[in-house]
Nanobody, 127 residues
Framework: QVQLVESGGGLVQDGASLRLSCAAS???????????MGWFRQVPGMKREFVAA????????TYAESVQGRFTISRDNAKNTVDLQMNSLKPEDTANYYC?????????????????WGQGTQVTVSS
């Protein structure tokens, strides 16, 4: 069992930067490193879409084409956190952003069907 809590959302202008953070609470007997971690986003009325993912060590990352080169995902296994640094934000990045975790550490599983979700944090980019 993993509980995820996001923070860092807000209202920013076109071209600005924002950093999202996700704090994970892992059940006794499990460790944070067992989980691949990632971020998704969703606009009301639209399907939730994959944004970025990172493997257990932080050494392998993958991104949606729409954010490649602008967003960076990272994790701190000592603090049980995963961050999403978002640069050069655009109005089309406006969405509710969700932290996600996949047991077993597979990035493919994380991108397709995570096991755990946070409650989300709203990011709004004004033009």
């Amino acid at each position: 069992q993993v509980q995820l809590v996001e923070s860092g959302g807000g209202l920013v202008q076109d071209g600005a930067s924002l950093r999202l953070s996700c704090a994970a609470s892992v059940a006794s007997g499990r460790i944070f490193k067992e989980y691949a971690m990632g971020w998704f986003r969703q606009v009301p009325g639209m399907k939730r879409e994959f944004v970025a993912a990172v493997n257990w060590s932080g050494g392998i990352t993958t991104y949606a084409e729409s954010v490649q080169g602008r967003f960076t995902i990272s994790r701190d296994n000592a603090k049980n956190t995963v961050d999403l640094q978002m640069n050069s934000l655009k109005p089309e990045d406006t969405a509710n952003y969700y932290c996600a975790a996949a047991a077993g550490g597979s990035l493919e599983v994380l991108a397709r069907s995570p096991d755990y979700w946070g409650q989300g944090t709203q990011v709004t980019v004004s033009s």
